[in-house]
């Protein structure tokens, strides 16, 4: 069996499915070679997957998140951006940025999801044949700016930028959207330091984290700021759009769970979100370095070694779940690693399973049925991986 996970034809559509069964079965921790590269090893199993999450003082995120990582732009970054920090810093950043998400700071965030999902929708019936993927990649968009006080005129435009960053046609593109992104940041975090409002940016900048000195504290500097917001404004687009996406093509293609679904009404249970989610799985692999010899599985990893944690198989590993092939929308327990695990566990989890809720229940609400007017198009990537492109008539509710 031969599979090229470095390849992105691999993940151009859903043959994939079949090569990561068979490494879960025959080579769970399997030794990956690259032509002009060091090499990794693929952790391919719900419960390995786990331990790599959770065992972080083995498995370092500092040099890398992903494999196609460039390692001057990490070294840039490490240490200061929460994906590619380890503790204590990760700690440190991630106490402040995670309290600029919480309920108690925007415990408005429910109304502002459902107001910005009504107007998508609302724009969608009105035309009745659109491309789904398109609406739902705006709902994260919006929100988020909404919350870091992004002016409502700039939202779009800093949407269209930022998938120019993550889908440009060349690296030359990609890497100017993304200093665009970084230089708007910039400018934002210098406007929120002299002239705070109630947003996440403005909270973070006057809040204050903790240094190696005991007891000591100091403002996050602005690059930790600019470089983070990057991270907030890209996870929870790519999350978000990947599973919202994903979810009306299953519905299409299990007609009985969109029965369900409309049955149910609002409130939507848990379950059903967290099963969206397990089956989209946007974030294909997440890269760790071994810092020591260790074993995984019953087989050795060096110190240094890198480390790949692939989500989209865990999430389909037939130990972990029953019948994970299915799309139910009733199961439970639902374990899946869509938002990592540990101490990384995804700081936009909780607002992404709002936004999904939302999505979904306004969904039910104003739609009485959605046709397929096209095939579905995918994304060629294994990092994010998810529906592209989802043709549709929208039949508006009586």
Same mark, same amino acid.
């Given at each position: 069996?031969?599979?090229?996970?470095?390849?992105?034809?691999?993940?151009?559509?859903?043959?994939?499915?079949?090569? @990561?069964?068979?490494?879960?079965?025959?080579?769970?921790?399997?030794?990956?070679?690259? #032509?002009?590269?060091?090499?990794?090893?693929?952790?391919?199993?719900?419960?390995? %997957? @786990?331990?790599?999450?959770?065992?972080?003082?083995?498995?370092?995120?500092? =040099?890398?998140?992903?494999?196609?990582?460039?390692?001057?732009?990490?070294?840039?970054? !490490?240490?200061?951006?929460?994906?590619?920090?380890?503790?204590?810093?990760?700690?440190?950043?991630?106490?402040?940025?995670?309290?600029?998400?919480?309920?108690?700071?925007?415990?408005?965030?429910?109304?502002?999801?459902?107001?910005?999902?009504?107007?998508?929708l609302a724009e969608a019936l009105r035309e009745r044949e659109i491309d789904l993927v398109d609406?739902?990649?705006?709902?994260?968009?919006?929100?988020? /700016?909404?919350?870091?006080?992004? #002016?409502?005129?700039?939202?779009?435009?800093?949407?269209?930028?930022? =998938?120019?960053?993550?889908?440009? +046609?060349?690296?030359?593109?990609?890497?100017?959207?993304?200093? +665009?992104?970084?230089?708007?940041?910039?400018?934002?975090?210098?406007?929120?330091?002299?002239?705070?409002?109630?947003?996440?940016?403005?909270?973070?900048?006057?809040?204050?984290?903790? !240094?190696?000195?005991?007891?000591?504290?100091?403002?996050?500097?602005?690059?930790?700021?600019?470089?983070? /917001? =990057?991270?907030?404004?890209?996870?929870? =687009? *790519?999350?978000?759009?990947?599973?919202?996406?994903?979810?009306?093509?299953? @519905?299409?293609?299990?007609?009985?769970?969109?029965?369900?679904?409309?049955?149910?009404?609002?409130?939507?249970?848990?379950?059903?979100?967290? *099963?969206?989610?397990?089956?989209?799985? #946007?974030?294909?692999?997440?890269?760790?370095?071994?810092?020591?010899?260790t074993r995984i599985a019953g087989t050795d990893i060096a110190a240094g070694d890198r480390v !790949?944690?692939?989500?989209?198989?865990?999430?389909?590993?037939?130990?972990?779940?029953?019948?994970?092939?299915?799309?139910?929308?009733?199961?439970?327990?639902?374990?899946?690693?869509?938002?990592?695990?540990?101490?990384?566990? /995804?700081?936009? %989890?909780?607002? %992404?399973? @709002?936004?999904?809720?939302?999505?979904?229940?306004?969904?039910?609400?104003?739609?009485?049925?959605?046709?397929?007017?096209?095939? #579905?198009?995918?994304?060629?990537?294994?990092?994010?991986?998810?529906?592209?492109?989802?043709?549709?008539?929208?039949?508006?509710?009586?």
């Amino acid at each position: 069996m031969l599979i090229d996970l470095t390849d992105e034809k691999t993940f151009a559509g859903n043959g994939f499915w079949e090569d @990561l069964a068979w490494l879960r079965e025959n080579d769970p921790v399997h030794w990956h070679p690259q #032509p002009d590269g060091p090499g990794f090893w693929a952790v391919t199993r719900h419960a390995d %997957a @786990l331990g790599v999450y959770l065992d972080w003082e083995t498995f370092s995120s500092r =040099n890398g998140m992903r494999l196609d990582t460039n390692p001057a732009a990490v070294a840039a970054v !490490t240490q200061r951006m929460l994906i590619v920090s380890d503790p204590p810093d990760h700690s440190q950043l991630k106490r402040v940025l995670a309290k600029g998400f919480s309920p108690a700071e925007i415990p408005h965030a429910e109304d502002l999801v459902r107001r910005v999902v009504r107007e998508l929708l609302a724009e969608a019936l009105r035309e009745r044949e659109i491309d789904l993927v398109d609406l739902a990649r705006r709902v994260p968009t919006r929100v988020v /700016c909404a919350l870091m006080g992004v #002016p409502r005129e700039e939202w779009d435009w800093l949407g269209g930028t930022m =998938n120019a960053a993550f889908e440009g +046609e060349d690296e030359a593109s990609r890497r100017a959207a993304h200093a +665009e992104i970084f230089l708007y940041f910039s400018e934002l975090v210098t406007t929120r330091r002299e002239e705070p409002g109630d947003d996440f940016v403005s909270r973070i900048a006057h809040d204050r984290r903790s !240094t190696s000195v005991p007891g000591e504290t100091r403002l996050l500097s602005d690059e930790e700021i600019v470089v983070n /917001c =990057n991270g907030v404004l890209a996870g929870g =687009n *790519e999350t978000t759009r990947y599973s919202a996406g994903g979810a009306v093509l299953a @519905l299409l293609q299990n007609p009985a769970e969109w029965e369900k679904l409309r049955a149910w009404g609002r409130p939507i249970p848990p379950s059903a979100i967290e *099963e969206v989610l397990r089956w989209t799985t #946007p974030g294909v692999h997440v890269l760790r370095t071994a810092t020591r010899p260790t074993r995984i599985a019953g087989t050795d990893i060096a110190a240094g070694d890198r480390v !790949t944690v692939w989500n989209v198989s865990a999430n389909r590993d037939e130990t972990a779940f029953d019948a994970p092939e299915r799309f139910d929308l009733t199961r439970t327990p639902n374990k899946h690693l869509t938002f990592g695990g540990g101490r990384h566990q /995804c700081l936009g %989890a909780r607002l %992404a399973r @709002l936004e999904l809720t939302v999505f979904l229940e306004e969904l039910v609400a104003g739609v009485e049925a959605i046709e397929p007017t096209g095939e #579905p198009g995918y994304t060629a990537s294994n990092f994010t991986w998810g529906v592209r492109h989802l043709p549709v008539r929208l039949t508006p509710a009586r």
